[in-house]
């Protein structure tokens, strides 16, 4: 390889890279609620704000449409996406058939460490019901689902449930239950998880989910739309 294509390829790791960077950042900012559903993604703000240029934002923008968070519009840019409250339901549908074999898997195939991580993301959901911190209810919910899935040992089931959470997060306000319930909830996933018990925690996780699925008809989604989420 010669020294011209040596450094040409060199570039375009590097640009690979920071765009991969990039990516998760504004990834992030979505589970975080700095970017909401139907918010335009403005490059010049975005790219003073993170340090890069439009190159490595634009991968960002195109690989999070790809996993259907971002939405790009000919002649108006790019948005987070938006769904309705229908879709949502769908969303909660698939949710309620595939987190409860995440569950079953994961009682069966979690580690001592597994769970020992898992009991540190419920803590955090318990410190945020007390103190009612509803930003941090959504993020640890997130943690505490996310870290259920990554313990069964399915990494196609976790990558594809990761971008339905991420989608339920940025498309709601709050809890669709108290705080509380939730809380008790995970709990009880927790008990069955410990238990070795495979049946029990699918149980308990299709009741959780349905509650929540049950809850999002009901709720007034935010900006006129209709919903919450779990």
Do not use: W
């Amino acid at each position: 390889m010669n020294a011209v294509a040596a450094r040409d390829r060199g570039e375009r790791i590097e640009s690979e890279d920071l765009g991969r960077r990039v990516y998760r950042i504004l990834k992030a900012m979505i589970i975080d609620g700095e970017l909401t559903a139907g918010e335009k993604l403005a490059q010049e703000k975005l790219a003073a704000r993170l340090g890069v240029s439009r190159t490595p934002l634009l991968s960002a923008f195109s690989r999070l449409e790809q996993e259907s968070l971002v939405r790009t519009v000919p002649r108006r840019g790019a948005f987070v996406r938006s769904y309705t409250r229908e879709e949502l339901v769908h969303i909660y549908d698939i949710r309620c058939r595939l987190e409860p074999l995440g569950a079953r898997d994961a009682a069966v195939a979690a580690s001592a460490a597994d769970l020992s991580a898992l009991r540190r993301h419920l803590a955090d959901f318990d410190t945020a019901a007390a103190a009612r911190d509803t930003h941090a209810l959504k993020r640890t919910d997130f943690d505490f689902h996310m870290e259920l899935m990554r313990c069964s040992g399915n990494r196609f089931l976790f990558d594809m449930l990761a971008t339905y959470n991420i989608i339920i997060i940025a498309n709601t306000t709050g809890l669709l239950k108290p705080a509380e319930q939730s809380d008790r909830e995970h709990h009880e996933l927790m008990d069955a998880l410990e238990a070795r018990d495979p049946d029990r925690a699918d149980r308990i996780m299709f009741g959780h989910l349905s509650g929540a699925r049950a809850n999002l008809l009901q709720r007034a989604m935010p900006g006129g739309r209709q919903a919450t989420e779990d």
